[in-house]
Protein backbone atom coordinates (compact mmCIF):
# COMPACT_ATOMS: atom_id res chain seq x y z
CA UNK A 1 0.00 0.00 0.00
CA UNK A 2 1.49 3.35 -0.82
CA UNK A 3 1.57 5.78 1.99
CA UNK A 4 0.74 9.18 0.19
CA UNK A 5 2.43 12.62 1.68
CA UNK A 6 2.03 15.98 1.22
CA UNK A 7 4.72 18.26 0.83
CA UNK A 8 4.53 20.77 3.89
CA UNK A 9 6.74 23.87 4.57
CA UNK A 10 7.32 27.11 7.02
CA UNK A 11 4.72 28.63 4.31
CA UNK A 12 1.50 25.79 4.78
CA UNK A 13 1.14 22.71 2.89
CA UNK A 14 1.63 21.87 -0.82
CA UNK A 15 3.43 24.04 -3.32
CA UNK A 16 2.63 27.78 -4.68
CA UNK A 17 1.33 28.36 -8.40
CA UNK A 18 4.54 30.10 -7.95
CA UNK A 19 6.53 27.93 -7.30
CA UNK A 20 4.95 25.29 -9.32
CA UNK A 21 6.37 27.45 -12.33
CA UNK A 22 9.74 27.51 -10.76
CA UNK A 23 10.41 23.58 -10.97
CA UNK A 24 10.60 23.76 -14.63
CA UNK A 25 13.65 26.41 -14.40
CA UNK A 26 17.12 24.65 -15.30
CA UNK A 27 19.94 25.93 -14.73
CA UNK A 28 23.25 24.36 -16.45
CA UNK A 29 26.46 25.60 -14.57
CA UNK A 30 29.08 26.28 -16.81
CA UNK A 31 26.54 26.95 -19.41
CA UNK A 32 24.84 29.74 -18.92
CA UNK A 33 23.28 31.17 -16.31
CA UNK A 34 20.77 33.31 -18.81
CA UNK A 35 17.87 30.77 -19.39
CA UNK A 36 14.32 30.50 -19.85
CA UNK A 37 12.19 28.26 -17.95
CA UNK A 38 12.46 25.71 -20.49
CA UNK A 39 16.25 25.77 -20.21
CA UNK A 40 16.80 27.64 -23.64
CA UNK A 41 20.08 29.28 -23.42
CA UNK A 42 19.18 32.95 -24.64
CA UNK A 43 21.71 36.00 -24.47
CA UNK A 44 23.59 37.11 -21.12
CA UNK A 45 22.84 40.69 -21.72
CA UNK A 46 20.40 43.28 -22.51
CA UNK A 47 20.93 46.79 -23.11
CA UNK A 48 17.56 49.25 -22.63
CA UNK A 49 16.48 52.81 -22.50
CA UNK A 50 14.07 53.58 -20.00
CA UNK A 51 10.77 54.90 -20.14
CA UNK A 52 9.41 58.11 -19.43
CA UNK A 53 7.64 57.75 -16.93
CA UNK A 54 5.99 54.06 -14.43
CA UNK A 55 3.27 53.97 -16.73
CA UNK A 56 5.45 53.83 -19.65
CA UNK A 57 8.47 51.74 -18.37
CA UNK A 58 10.62 49.56 -20.12
CA UNK A 59 9.82 45.77 -19.36
CA UNK A 60 13.21 44.32 -18.44
CA UNK A 61 14.02 40.49 -19.81
CA UNK A 62 13.46 37.69 -17.71
CA UNK A 63 15.18 35.79 -20.22
CA UNK A 64 18.46 37.42 -19.47
CA UNK A 65 20.19 37.48 -16.14
CA UNK A 66 21.83 41.40 -17.06
CA UNK A 67 20.22 44.42 -17.86
CA UNK A 68 22.18 47.19 -18.59
CA UNK A 69 19.70 49.93 -18.51
CA UNK A 70 20.28 54.11 -19.94
CA UNK A 71 18.71 57.22 -18.12
CA UNK A 72 17.95 59.82 -20.06
CA UNK A 73 16.27 63.31 -20.59
CA UNK A 74 13.18 61.11 -21.94
CA UNK A 75 13.02 58.74 -18.67
CA UNK A 76 14.74 55.83 -16.94
CA UNK A 77 11.75 53.86 -15.70
CA UNK A 78 12.01 50.21 -16.11
CA UNK A 79 9.84 47.46 -14.78
CA UNK A 80 10.59 43.83 -13.78
CA UNK A 81 8.02 41.31 -13.66
CA UNK A 82 8.08 38.06 -11.42
CA UNK A 83 10.49 35.70 -12.10
CA UNK A 84 11.22 32.18 -11.07
CA UNK A 85 12.31 30.48 -7.40
CA UNK A 86 16.19 31.17 -7.40
CA UNK A 87 16.38 33.62 -10.62
CA UNK A 88 18.88 36.12 -10.67
CA UNK A 89 18.83 39.53 -12.23
CA UNK A 90 21.33 42.22 -12.14
CA UNK A 91 20.76 45.39 -13.04
CA UNK A 92 23.70 47.85 -14.03
CA UNK A 93 22.79 51.59 -14.43
CA UNK A 94 24.86 52.04 -17.07
CA UNK A 95 24.50 55.14 -18.29
CA UNK A 96 22.79 58.34 -17.29
CA UNK A 97 21.96 61.41 -19.61
CA UNK A 98 20.47 64.73 -18.96
CA UNK A 99 20.35 64.12 -15.26
CA UNK A 100 17.73 61.44 -15.18
CA UNK A 101 17.64 58.99 -12.58
CA UNK A 102 17.01 55.32 -13.02
CA UNK A 103 14.03 54.04 -11.45
CA UNK A 104 13.47 50.01 -11.08
CA UNK A 105 9.75 48.66 -10.27
CA UNK A 106 9.16 45.33 -10.04
CA UNK A 107 6.07 44.05 -9.86
CA UNK A 108 6.64 42.25 -6.46
CA UNK A 109 9.34 43.64 -4.11
CA UNK A 110 10.05 42.75 -0.58
CA UNK A 111 11.70 45.55 0.57
CA UNK A 112 9.85 48.34 -0.99
CA UNK A 113 8.10 49.99 -4.40
CA UNK A 114 11.08 50.69 -6.06
CA UNK A 115 14.22 51.12 -6.16
CA UNK A 116 16.68 54.36 -7.73
CA UNK A 117 20.09 55.39 -8.57
CA UNK A 118 21.00 58.98 -9.65
CA UNK A 119 24.46 57.77 -10.92
CA UNK A 120 26.09 55.68 -13.25
CA UNK A 121 28.06 52.63 -13.18
CA UNK A 122 26.06 51.39 -10.02
CA UNK A 123 24.27 47.87 -10.03
CA UNK A 124 21.92 45.71 -8.21
CA UNK A 125 21.65 42.43 -7.92
CA UNK A 126 17.80 40.43 -7.34
CA UNK A 127 17.15 37.49 -6.43
CA UNK A 128 13.45 35.72 -6.73
CA UNK A 129 12.33 34.17 -3.96
CA UNK A 130 9.07 32.38 -5.34
CA UNK A 131 6.74 35.37 -4.23
CA UNK A 132 9.03 38.94 -4.10
CA UNK A 133 12.65 40.19 -5.67
CA UNK A 134 15.04 40.50 -3.13
CA UNK A 135 18.17 42.84 -3.03
CA UNK A 136 21.09 40.12 -2.70
CA UNK A 137 24.25 42.12 -3.55
CA UNK A 138 24.80 46.03 -4.17
CA UNK A 139 24.84 48.97 -1.59
CA UNK A 140 21.40 49.96 -1.07
CA UNK A 141 20.69 52.88 1.52
CA UNK A 142 18.48 55.54 2.06
CA UNK A 143 20.58 58.27 0.55
CA UNK A 144 23.08 57.01 -1.65
CA UNK A 145 23.93 54.51 -4.12
CA UNK A 146 20.26 52.85 -5.29
CA UNK A 147 17.55 54.03 -2.85
CA UNK A 148 14.30 52.03 -2.14
CA UNK A 149 11.30 53.64 -2.04
Request: net charge negative; hydrophobic share 40%; aromatic share 4%.
Given at each position: ??I ?7 Y??G?T ?6 V ?10 S???G ?5 D ?5 G??DA ?6 SLD ?7 S ?6 V ?8 Q??R????NRVG?A??V ?17 K?S ?10 Q ?8 T??F?I?
Amino acid sequence: MAIKQTLTSAYGTGLTNKQKKAVNFRLDPGVSDSQNAGGTVTEDIESVSGGADANNATALSLDVTTSLCISSGLGGHVSLADGVLGQVKRIIHSNRVGGADLVITPLNFAAGTNITSNLQKRSVTLMYDGDNWQVIAGEITGTAEFVIA
